[in-house]
């Protein structure tokens, strides 16, 4: 649905109207155009291209509904905008935002503790901010699909445009083998794939990063306080002594 709103405040009363286009096709087979009038949240005017002429709900509404009805200049006008209001914003809105094709901001992959079963292991892969929403994400092991195991979530609105889908394989190791996230989506030319590194459990490679970066920290501290002391003593004359 399109709708636009105006809206009027004439001695601190509210008064508006809205010009809609009702469609449930992407080939605009079924539009229907509607103008309404509105007095404090009350309808009381309203014109439809499916009824073709104005229709009054209250005493006020079916003056003004005979009164726009009269004229049969307006009403020519009135009849057209399906086509010259509602297709043609219809067709802009298409071409800005329900065509769009955005591509996933981020796909991460990592290790999750499992659920409890058959199976040791379980991964996670996480697809975030797409447009629209239809995706694929499948999972590989030594470059071919499987399924089994496998548990998705629905593609989940973040609401504002944008969606994020979660992916789950459990399984049990085996040596050498690899494993992979395969992401298919409209907006990618080829298609996107993570692979699992399982050569240290991700809790380990954390430790291991915390680690260096301390190391690094440390060493960086120690040589600037060589440098200072190498820097006092070349500032101090030394005095012998009996």
Known sequence: ???????????????YDLWECDFSSPELKDIEFSYSKHFNKVEYVKFSSSVGKFVGYNKHGI?????????????????????SYCKHNIGNHYSAILSKKV??????????????????????????????KHISV???????????????????????WYYQIHSHLEFTPRSGEKISCVVEHISLSDALIKDWDPSLPESERNKIAIGASGLILG????????????????????????
């Open 103 to 132: 591509e996933p901001s981020l796909v991460t992959l990592r290790s999750v503790t499992p659920p409890g079963g058959k199976h040791t292991h379980m991964l996670m892969c996480s697809v975030y901010d797409f447009y629209p």
């Open 138 to 160: 499948k999972w590989l092991r030594d470059g071919k699909v499987t399924t089994s195991d496998v548990t998705s979530t629905e593609e989940l609105a973040d609401g504002d």
């Open 219 to 242: 060493l960086i501290l120690s040589l600037a306080g060589f440098i200072y002391y190498k820097r006092k003593m070349k500032g101090r004359i030394l005095v012998p002594t009996n």
């Open 63 to 83: 003056y003004n509904a005979e009164r726009f009805n009269n004229d049969t200049t307006k009403m020519a006008q009135w009849r057209a905008q399906k086509e």
């Open 1 to 15: 649905m399109l709708s636009d709103v105006f809206l009027f405040f004439p001695d601190g009363f509210m008064e």
